[in-house]
């Protein structure tokens, strides 16, 4: 007589029978619960009262821009956050200086004391303007009491060791800091590092496929073939388990993707959404009556 464990079909059921436990159970392990319901809903409602303000104000992404989005009002401010060539942390949208100081170079090129030495406000009215450290943006965010959101592009190691060391010198700056990020992996891995610390992912549809303007994002044609499989893939990943997975509790998502249904798909799961880059006064008071928050350039004009 033939034995139970010779047939194949057996034997995969079996196998699956044994591995989707262990898979489950891993996971498990694995995943980050959110920060209370509390903590997230005090954040949402400051930026409910003003809008958050993009990049700061101008000059961008500077201590002057923080300090005028603060005289319009805003309780929260969005900046970026990347890294000099010795690995001081700054704030800095592009890959390099050129379009928002009097220099020319990529960020990473550059010393923290090359990078001091340029303009990042003469070509906005403001001249003499440096580069602000993190730690110089978020020192005023305190004086300020402001809420600071991160947006990090890159880096990852090195955002989680300059988040380490802010969380272990002030306990306060949990609930004065969120960390944002379009990549869900930077997300996961700061909420597995510190699950104190609140994060954002940031989401628009097609984003690694298309631009803003709706040109191709890639160069290669192969990549540009394959990205609309991975902004698939990346869909199905995050609304299924990743959320669980990393306990996010807020969803940076383009203003444009923003339904009824998804807003509610969303609370259920105790997650909030704030919407970017929102600069129309009609659509903004439409998305805050709704509940959500919105991030804009220019925070006196919303309000």
């Known amino acids: 007589m033939e034995s139970i464990y010779e047939s194949p079909l057996i034997l995969a059921g079996v196998s699956l029978s044994l591995v989707v436990p262990l898979i489950v159970l891993f996971l498990r392990c694995l995943t980050v619960p959110q920060v209370s319901r509390a903590r997230t809903t005090q954040i949402i409602g400051k930026a409910l009262s003003t809008p958050v303000a993009h990049r700061a104000d101008t000059p961008e992404n500077t201590l002057a821009g923080i300090r005028k989005a603060r005289s319009k009002g805003a309780t929260v401010v969005e900046v970026d956050l990347t890294f000099t060539k010795d690995g001081h942390p700054v704030l800095l949208h592009d890959l390099t200086v050129d379009r928002t100081s009097d220099g020319r170079d990529r960020i990473d090129g550059m010393t923290l004391a090359e990078a001091k030495k340029l303009d990042f406000g003469s070509k906005f009215g403001s001249p003499g303007e440096r580069i602000p450290t993190l730690y110089e943006a978020i020192e005023l965010c305190d004086q300020l009491d402001m809420v600071i959101i991160l947006d990090v592009k890159s880096d990852t190691m090195r955002t989680l060791a300059v988040l380490k060391q802010l969380m272990a010198k002030n306990k306060s700056y949990y609930d004065r800091i969120i960390v944002a990020s379009f990549y869900p992996s930077l997300v996961y891995l700061v909420r597995f590092m510190d699950p104190q610390i609140m994060t954002a992912l940031c989401t628009r549809t097609s984003e690694f496929t298309y631009e803003m303007d709706g040109s191709n994002r890639h160069d290669r044609w ?22 669980r997975l990393a306990g996010f509790t807020i969803i940076f998502m383009y203003f444009g993707d923003i339904t009824v249904e998804v807003q509610k798909y969303w609370m259920k799961r105790n997650i909030h959404l704030l919407a970017w880059t929102v600069n129309s006064k009609e659509e903004a008071d439409k998305l805050v009556a709704m509940g959500i928050p919105v991030l804009t350039d220019d925070v006196a004009v919303m309000t």
């Open 222 to 243: 192969w990549r540009q073939r394959l990205a609309p499989l991975y902004d698939a893939w990346l869909y199905v990943w995050i609304h299924s388990y990743f959320w």
